[in-house]
């Protein structure tokens, strides 16, 4: 293969725009758990529970899971473009980043709905 | 005439002679008729004429003589002497992360083929009218504090992106220049334009740090530019 530099991979927008709009659900999110703490959701462990494991808490905590795997997903991202440059080495820590994080995602589900 | 000297600290840095690059302690005297870093330029060069350095028009026009002057990226010619604390040496580094040449002057190959790469011309396929291609004065005040730019790198080389980058990212004065022309009522090729940048290295590289706006030495926002680069990728794709 000839050494040319080639740009254009065309996804630059859909996951400059999934960063932000995951970025608004973890805000969301936050502020939801904070409110909830501060309302002593998490004063013993049964109402803590009780709390997490409501019907909407454990979707929306479930799409929190999501929205922060996809977040980091496209940041971490960014830094193996920024700072790794032989192509292979590249590849692969991106697949190594997307199986932990949908690993991860996987593990948080079980427990979401373990409670 | 009162005159007094000033202290500098001066990359130097000649790939034929030196094994590595070097700082030279060098001292000018200057008078009140001296008002800009570039006038003390010129008169070191009357005490060692070995240092090379770029200089054109003398009056912040060309973009030729951008330093890296105190670890912030400037104009010699736009930079006041009197900006200085006394006391201290003045540090002069070349445009970071580009090639060096030789002492102050970098190689800007990268820069301007990042700039060639966004078609910085109007692209318009009907015949020309007779006189002009006219647009509205509304239309035209789009384009104010984007054609200022001299491209004189300053904003690309002190983005960290550009810096890892250089060959893939556009940068800021490319993207500035793009969005001139993604902006022009007249330009006919604005899809184009978009398609060329809608890729994670060529745009979304800025991460919004601002360091371009921090050192335009023509106040110009590229960073502005590129979010509304942005948003038209977005209002395109929804």
């Not at chain 1, 659900?25 to 939801?32: E, K, P, Q, R, S």
């Not at chain 2, 010129?42 to 030729?64: N, P």
């Not at chain 2, 009218?129 to 300053?154: F, N, T, V």
């Not at chain 2, 800025?206 to 050192?215: G, L, R, S």
Request: charged share 20%; with cysteine; proline share 5%.
């Amino acid at each position: 293969m000839v050494n040319r530099k080639i740009v254009g991979a065309h996804y630059g927008l859909k996951d400059w725009l999934a960063q932000r709009v995951t970025g608004v659900v973890m805000v969301v999110f936050t502020l939801v758990v904070a409110a909830a703490l501060l309302q002593g959701a998490g004063g013993s462990y049964d109402s803590w529970r009780a709390f997490m494991s409501a019907g909407l808490m454990r979707f929306a905590t479930f799409l929190f899971i999501v929205s922060l795997c996809w977040h980091a997903w496209v940041g971490v991202r960014d830094i193996w473009m920024d700072y790794v440059q032989p192509a292979g080495i590249k590849l692969a820590l991106h697949v190594l980043t997307l199986l932990a994080l949908v690993g991860y995602a996987g593990w948080a589900a079980q427990i979401i709905w373990r409670l | 005439m009162t005159t007094r000297t000033l202290q500098f600290k001066i990359y130097r840095y000649d790939p034929d002679q030196d094994q590595k690059p070097y700082m030279q302690d060098i001292a000018v005297e200057v008078d009140s008729t001296d008002r800009k870093l570039l006038d003390a330029l010129v008169k070191l060069k009357a005490v060692d004429d070995s240092i090379a350095f770029r200089r054109s028009c003398r009056e912040g026009v060309c973009g030729s003589d951008a330093l890296n002057i105190n670890g912030r990226n400037g104009l010699a010619c736009l930079t006041d002497l009197g900006s200085f604390p006394d006391g201290k040496p003045i540090v002069l580094r070349p445009l970071p992360g580009l090639p060096i040449i030789r002492d102050l002057i970098v190689d800007m190959t990268q820069f301007f083929k990042q700039y060639h790469s966004i078609k910085p011309y109007l692209i318009n396929n009907d015949p020309p009218p007779e006189r002009e291609r006219l647009q509205s004065p509304e239309d035209r005040e789009e384009l104010d504090g984007l054609y200022e730019c001299i491209l004189c790198a300053c904003c690309s080389t002190s983005c960290p992106s550009f810096w890892w980058n250089p060959d893939k990212f556009v940068g800021p004065a490319g993207l500035l220049a793009a969005y001139r022309f993604i902006a022009d009522t007249r330009d006919q090729a604005t899809n184009e334009r978009l398609d060329n940048l809608e890729d994670p290295y060529r745009l979304f590289r800025c991460h919004t740090i601002m360091n371009c706006v921090d050192v335009c030495p023509k106040g110009l926002n590229p960073t502005k530019a590129i979010g509304k680069i942005k948003d038209m990728m977005v209002k395109r794709a929804i």
